[in-house]
């Protein structure tokens, strides 16, 4: 009795989550196709102008879509790298009181909410921007300054909100990672970093993916604290530029927009919704390999 309860709840559970997925896909492409019939796929989709308001509108969004690429990649594969290498260091090399120290310094920036990270990075990394960007643009005609928020300030910030993800799920894997292993590698011969490096990591190459994939959707999904240090403007992804991602792009408009602006702005929607799903299926297939491969 107990035991077919607990299936009955448990189906329930997997039926809700799939008509939510389900119901978030239907609405999303019935509110995010019309813009795309009323402007055009091209003119929506790779048009460099956006001016909603204007007596003649644009609204290009290649711009927007560059720079989420260009935004979450950087700070992925900065921000990964470093997760991991600092997961290394609690579990492999560090003592149980450093361990237990640092481990709870990650937990206090995985609770810290994204709107301090903005506020930090408006109040401390802007104005260290501002200074590089005034020597780097010295006379220059053509740059447009930003005071410091830029997309450079935009991945400093995303790679900092990923790392506690990236650093958590990557030691839970290399703990679980079977002593036996390590002894083994050691007893023929191996430094303790050749065993670090060439067994355990690699062991334990499935959950690190994980966290890799974890850390991606929180950096895709960021908007708040990016909206704050980005500066908003929609421009080519360059270090110094002013920029606007598409999360900012909804978080910046849509509670003003009406007609086909608040349509666009769905498109947008619809947009990161497609991006978001092809960049997790990709990850997931890297995952199950890594897991197969083991």
């Given at each position: 009795?107990?035991?077919?309860?607990?299936?009955?709840?448990?189906?329930?559970?997997?039926?809700?989550?799939?008509?939510?997925?389900?119901?978030?896909?239907?609405?999303?492409?019935?509110?995010?196709?019309?813009a795309?019939?009323?402007?055009?796929?091209?003119?929506?989709?790779?048009?460099?102008?956006?001016?909603?308001?204007?007596?003649?509108?644009?609204?290009?969004?290649?711009?927007?879509?560059?720079?989420?690429?260009?935004?979450?990649?950087?700070s992925?594969?900065?921000?990964?790298?470093?997760?991991?290498?600092?997961?290394v260091?609690?579990?492999?090399?560090?003592?149980?009181?450093?361990?237990?120290?640092?481990?709870?310094?990650?937990?206090?920036?995985?609770a810290?909410?994204?709107?301090?990270?903005?506020?930090?990075?408006?109040?401390?990394?802007?104005?260290?921007?501002?200074?590089?960007?005034?020597?780097?643009?010295?006379?220059?005609?053509?740059?447009?300054?930003?005071?410091?928020?830029?997309?450079?300030?935009?991945?400093?910030?995303?790679?900092?909100?990923?790392?506690?993800?990236?650093?958590?799920?990557?030691?839970?894997s290399?703990?679980?990672?079977s002593?036996?292993?390590?002894?083994?590698?050691?007893?023929?011969?191996?430094?303790?970093?050749?065993?670090?490096?060439?067994?355990?990591?690699?062991?334990?190459?499935?959950?690190?993916?994980?966290?890799?994939?974890?850390?991606?959707?929180?950096?895709?999904?960021?908007?708040m604290?990016?909206?704050?240090?980005?500066?908003?403007?929609?421009?080519?992804?360059?270090?110094?530029?002013?920029?606007?991602?598409?999360?900012?792009?909804?978080?910046?408009?849509?509670?003003?927009?009406?007609?086909?602006?608040?349509?666009?702005?769905?498109?947008?929607?619809?947009?990161?919704?497609?991006?978001?799903?092809?960049?997790?299926?990709?990850?997931?297939?890297?995952?199950?390999?890594?897991?197969?491969?083991?």
């Open positions: 009795m107990v035991e077919q309860t607990a299936k009955s709840i448990v189906t329930i559970c997997a039926v809700v989550t799939i008509f939510a997925v389900c119901s978030i896909t239907a609405y999303m492409v019935m509110k995010g196709t019309p795309l019939k009323n402007v055009g796929v091209s003119s929506l989709l790779f048009g460099t102008s956006w001016k909603p308001t204007a007596a003649e509108p644009a609204y290009g969004i290649l711009y927007i879509i560059i720079t989420s690429i260009v935004g979450t990649s950087v992925v594969l900065v921000g990964v790298p470093i997760g991991l290498l600092s997961a260091f609690l579990t492999e090399v560090a003592g149980k009181k450093t361990s237990a120290f640092i481990g709870a310094a990650v937990e206090l920036l995985a810290i909410p994204s709107v301090i990270y903005g506020l930090l990075g408006m109040m401390l990394l802007n104005p260290l921007m501002y200074k590089w960007e005034k020597i780097f643009f010295a006379g220059s005609k053509t740059h447009q300054v930003t005071g410091g928020s830029n997309l450079l300030s935009a991945i400093i910030v995303l790679m900092i909100m990923i790392l506690p993800t990236v650093i958590n799920v990557s030691a839970t290399i703990k679980a990672v002593k036996d292993l390590r002894a083994a590698s050691l007893a023929l011969g191996a430094s303790k970093m050749q065993t670090i490096f060439r067994v355990v990591i690699p062991a334990a190459k499935s959950g690190i993916m994980t966290g890799a994939v974890l850390g991606v959707g929180r950096a895709l999904g960021e908007a604290a990016i909206n704050m240090v980005a500066g908003g403007a929609v421009n080519l992804p360059l270090p110094f530029n002013s920029v606007r991602f598409l999360t900012t792009q909804l978080v910046s408009e849509m509670g003003y927009a009406q007609g086909l602006h608040r349509q666009v702005l769905f498109t947008v929607g619809l947009v990161l919704y497609i991006f978001i799903m092809i960049v997790n299926l990709v990850l997931q297939k890297m995952r199950r390999e890594a897991g197969a491969d083991e």
